[in-house]
Every structure is written in C-alpha cells, then in structure tokens.
C-alpha cells in the first residue's frame, strides 16, 4: 500500500511559481483553454501497513509535522493498492 | 559574550559569522547539529545561513528537527537570545520559534545583491544601537525570501513592534525585493529575544569588502 501526498499552496496565499507557469503556457498557444495553473508537489510514500484508515491518520500526522507547512500550504492524501 | 554558532549538513555561513562576532570581540563555539546541548555559558545562539538539507522539502523544514533544536527551544523559551540569519531564519520560522512562513521569491530567481534595508524598529536588542528609519546597506542572497504571514498575523507583528527591518531604496521608501508581504526583511518574535533576518549582516562588517553597517546590528548583542 502506498500514500499520495499532494502538497500545495493554500487557496489566498500567492501562488508565484503557477503564476509564471499558467504565462508560460499562454505564450505557447495553450491561452483558450487555461483556467489556472498552481504549482505544488507530490510525495509518495510506501507503507508496510494494510489498514487504509490507521495509514491515512498516520500519513495526516506526517504532513502536520513535516511534509506540509499549514501557514502556507494545503495538503490531500491518497491511499492505494 | 559567548556565541554559539549552530552548523547543518549544508550550512555555508558558519565561518563568516565566527569571524564577524569574534572580531566585534565575542568568543565563538561552532556546534554540530547531532549535538544535544549548547555550551552551558551559551549567551547568544546563532542560525547562521547556508542550504541545511539542501534545502529539501523547503528550506529549514528538516533542519527544524535535528536534535541541537530541541536544546535551542529550551533556551529560546528561557529567554536566551537567538539570531537566524537567511536560511537560519527560515529553521526558526519552521521551528515554530518566529510566526510565519516562508515562499520562493516572487521573481522566482535566485537574488544575490546588496540591497538597502530601512530600520522599523529599534525597541529590542539586535537593533538597538540603531535609529528608526535608518537606511542600512547589506548584502541579501537567498531563493527563498518571500516572508508570508495572514492580515492578522501581521497586525500582530505590527502592533508589538515586532517588525524589525524592511526592504527599500536608497532614500528609504519601502521596495519590494522578493514579494515579502510589507516588504519584511526581518522580525523578532513578541519576547524580543529571538530574531531572523534574511539579510546578511555578517558579510557587511569590513569597509574593505564594500559595507561595515552589518556591524551595528550585531553590535547590539554586546550591550
């Protein structure tokens, strides 16, 4: 079983990086159909435990101490397989 | 004075603050991060700056948590004073020691320059030996300097003077470097005795290398 961290900036809190990513691509020609783009990023994490429930409390635990920083960021947690 | 200058896997800046306080006439101890506790005669602890972890993850996050930490808390919340210059500012807003967050530079580049800094407040111990308004001249060079701190948390800072310096122009009007929300170069926390900055202070000590005007804020310690 594995967890998917998304991490990302909080909605409200500038998201530079999506900013000049989101004007790179309208200079590409993709300007029609882009909304908006945010930058953030993705940890995996294997895990020996089979328990979806008691893994994802742990993973929540991981990113409050470590893997997000709540003053700026957001994060959501996926487990699979 | 007895300075204790902290060192990281990636610490870069170790040695130019040793020199700085030990020519101001501090004696100086470097301290490895695996170490569990400061020197007992400890009076001023040092972050100095560099790419702990490089970096990794974000600045400072995983430096927060190296074992001379937990001693660097128990003595910050005994009152004793603690400096984070650069990255070491970003380890204390990570550790929880300073409010706020740090982002990547809103130009998104790498920014290695002197840049003017104006004095916001003098009511604390680093800055001292300064005057409001001052315009200082030091070097910055950092990736991620983009203070970030919410509408209430700066309230806060503003309130209890803790908003120490500010990016601007040679004049003294406020410029934005990096994005800093208000331009923060640098705060201390509400006590007073912890303190970050992004700015170098420590390579602004020598006419002969361009600047001396790191030497007053440093200076503030001694007194």
């Excluded at chain 2, 007992?40 to 790419?51: C, R």
């Excluded at chain 2, 706020?100 to 800094?117: D, E, P, V």
């Excluded at chain 2, 992004?198 to 804020?217: N, Q, S, W, Y």
Aim: proline letters at 2%; aromatic letters at 8%; charged letters at 20%.
């Amino acid at each position: 079983m594995k967890a998917i961290v998304n991490v990302a900036l909080k909605r409200g809190v500038l998201d530079d990086q999506g900013k000049a990513t989101h004007h790179a691509l309208d200079t590409l020609g993709f300007k029609e159909i882009i909304k908006d783009v945010r930058v953030g990023k993705q940890i995996v994490i294997e895990l020996t435990s089979n328990n979806q429930e008691d893994a994802r409390a742990e993973v929540k635990k991981m990113c409050e101490k470590l893997l997000a920083n709540t003053v700026i960021e957001d994060f959501d947690i996926e487990i699979v397989g | 004075m007895n300075v204790t200058v902290l060192q990281f896997p990636g610490t870069n800046c170790e040695y130019d603050t040793k020199y700085a306080f030990e020519k101001l006439g501090a004696t100086v101890t470097i301290v490895w991060h695996k170490d569990y506790e400061l020197p007992s005669n400890t009076d001023l602890v040092v972050i100095p700056g560099g790419f702990s972890y490089g970096d990794y993850l974000r600045s400072g996050a995983i430096a927060r948590f190296a074992n001379i930490m937990n001693a660097v808390q128990t003595f910050a919340a005994q009152g004793g004073k603690v400096l984070g210059i650069c990255n070491g500012f970003q380890i204390l807003l990570e550790a929880g020691l300073l409010p706020g967050a740090m982002k990547r530079n809103n130009t998104l580049h790498f920014i290695s320059k002197y840049h003017h800094l104006k004095v916001i407040n003098t009511d604390n111990t680093f800055l001292q030996l300064l005057n409001k308004d001052d315009v200082l001249n030091v070097p910055v060079a950092h990736h991620d300097g983009n203070y970030y701190i919410d509408d209430a948390g700066l309230k806060e800072l503003e309130n209890n003077g803790q908003i120490l310096l500010q990016y601007c122009d040679a004049q003294g009007n406020a410029k934005s470097l990096n994005g800093s929300v208000e331009h923060i170069a640098g705060i201390c926390n509400k006590d007073k005795n912890v303190f970050g900055l992004m700015p170098h202070p420590e390579r602004a000590i020598e006419t002969l290398l361009g600047c001396d005007d790191g030497v007053k804020m440093l200076q503030g310690f001694f007194k």
